[in-house]
């Protein structure tokens, strides 16, 4: 079982608490109606699916109901941090080379 550091509530909390709701940092196109089929399908459908490193949406439903992003390693499941919508995340290493987790408040996870 995954515990997951909510970054609206502070607290380290169960994953049954949480729901996935996939890719975080989608952006939407500025003018859906300049876009191609392919294009629009892209955004709708398409999502990366790495071994290593991830940004992952998440929504706190059994708690505070705010979404917020987080950082996992798919491979193996470690949550190396989250953080609000609209912070950036400070693993970006798409290469994969895992770093030492610590949540906001300093706890390893
Ligand atoms: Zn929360």
Wanted: proline content about 6%.
């Amino acid at each position: 079982m995954l515990h997951i550091f909510c970054p609206h509530c502070f607290e380290l909390r169960s994953e049954e608490e949480f729901h996935a709701s996939g890719q975080a940092h989608i952006p939407r196109p500025l003018d859906p109606n300049a876009c191609t089929d392919e294009e629009w399908g892209d955004y709708m459908f398409f999502r990366d699916n790495p071994r290593g490193l991830h940004h992952e949406l998440w929504d706190h439903v059994a708690g505070c109901r705010q979404y917020f992003n987080v950082t996992r390693d798919t491979v193996t499941y470690e949550i190396l941090e989250s953080y609000k919508i609209g912070e950036k995340p400070q693993f970006t290493d798409k290469a994969g080379t895992a770093k030492t987790a610590t949540t906001a408040l300093g706890e390893k996870v």
